[in-house]
Each structure stands twice: as C-alpha cells, then as structure tokens.
C-alpha cells in the first residue's frame, strides 16, 4: 500500500462542507501507479453534494484512466468513515478487480480499516446486468 494517507488529510482540508461540517478526503492509485484526489463539496440543494471519492474517480477519469486498485478515504473521525452506498457502486465500476482492489477507511492518526470492494459491495450491480 501506498502512503495515501498525507496526501488525503491534504486534501481533506479543502473539503467545502458548510452544511454538515463533514469533510472527507480520497486518494486513489490508478492502473497506472498516478495518483488521484477528491474531496467532498456540498451545495445548499443536498443532492448535489459530491463525495470525495466520486470527486477522486472524477479526476482519475479527466486525466485518462479507467482503474483503480486502491483508494484511502480519511475523515476527521474516532473510526473513519467508509464509502457511502453510491460511491460504493461507483467505485466497483472502476475497480481494477473487485476481489483485489482495497478502499482503506481512515482517521487523521492513520489507518482504521481495509476492505476489497467485493467486500464492501457483494453481488454488486454491473455492466454484466445491461447485456441482452
């Protein structure tokens, strides 16, 4: 695993989150070893509010690539937080290999957890599902 976690808490400072006070943080590793950042942004209408990881997968996509294999998502939290459920399918359509891909959920000290999409998302909703 990379040291995503600087970069993230970086990143996270940035976050424009006036509503929830919420800010998070994402860092991810494209199939080609380049780095990608998020973070999250509200807006007064909530939903179009933006996680940070949707934001990271954003960037990712605007500079070229299609995969990931890992991501760390930091919030200023005892536990972390991990990936809401639309980032959670989001993040399985960009994952290199569900089984593999890891998403480490942190907190400013570090690390709290790691998880495989897979894991975060079982029998998840793919391409697969659109073919006649």
């Not at 940035?14 to 998020?38: I, R, T």
């Not at 990712?60 to 959670?88: L, Q, S």
């Not at 399918?89 to 994952?95: H, M, R, Y």
């Not at 290999?97 to 029998?123: C, M, R, W, Y």
């Amino acid at each position: 695993m990379m040291n995503l976690l600087p970069q993230a808490m970086q990143v996270m400072a940035n976050a424009h989150a006036p509503y929830s006070k919420f800010k998070v943080g994402a860092v991810l590793v494209d199939e080609n070893g380049k780095q990608h950042a998020g973070c999250n942004f509200e807006n007064s209408s909530y939903g179009a509010t933006i996680c940070a990881e949707r934001n990271a997968i954003g960037a990712m996509v605007a500079a070229g690539a299609r995969k990931f294999t890992e991501i760390v998502v930091v919030t200023d939290t005892p536990n972390g937080c991990p990936p809401c459920g639309i980032c959670r399918q989001v993040l399985a359509e960009f994952a290199q290999d569900p089984n593999k891909t890891k998403v480490h959920v942190a907190n400013t000290k570090g690390i709290v957890k790691s998880f495989t999409i897979a894991q975060l998302l079982p029998e998840a909703f793919d391409s697969s599902f659109l073919k006649p």
